[in-house]
C-alpha cells in the first residue's frame, strides 16, 4: 500500500458512506477508486482541485457488503487503503 501523504478513511467498517480526508501540500486533481477483491474496479470519482486539508465524502450503497481497496490517486504518489462495507 503506497503512502504518498497522509489519508484517513472512515468509517470502516462503512455502510452507506465514506469519507476520506487528508492533506496535501498542493493543488492536485484526484481519482477515487473503489475496487473488489478480485482487482475489478467498482466505483470511480474524479475530484479537481484538491488542496491543503479536505473531506470527501464517497457514496457507496450500491455495492454489496465485503472487502475492497479504495485507491487514491493523485499526480503527487497514490493512496491505497482497505474498506469492509457491512449492512
Do not use: C, W
Request: charged share 15%; no cysteine.
Amino acid at each position: 500500500i503506497d503512502d504518498a501523504f497522509p489519508l484517513r478513511l472512515f468509517p470502516n467498517p462503512a455502510s452507506a458512506s465514506f469519507f476520506l480526508s487528508g492533506y496535501l501540500s498542493q493543488e492536485v486533481d484526484a481519482v477515487i477508486l473503489v475496487l473488489d477483491v478480485a482487482g475489478r474496479e467498482v466505483y470511480r470519482s474524479g475530484q479537481n482541485g484538491l488542496n491543503a486539508h479536505f473531506v470527501i465524502e464517497t457514496g457507496i450503497s450500491s455495492l454489496p457488503s465485503g472487502h475492497y481497496i479504495v485507491r487514491m490517486e493523485t499526480s503527487i504518489g497514490n493512496v491505497s487503503k482497505e474498506l469492509i462495507i457491512n449492512r
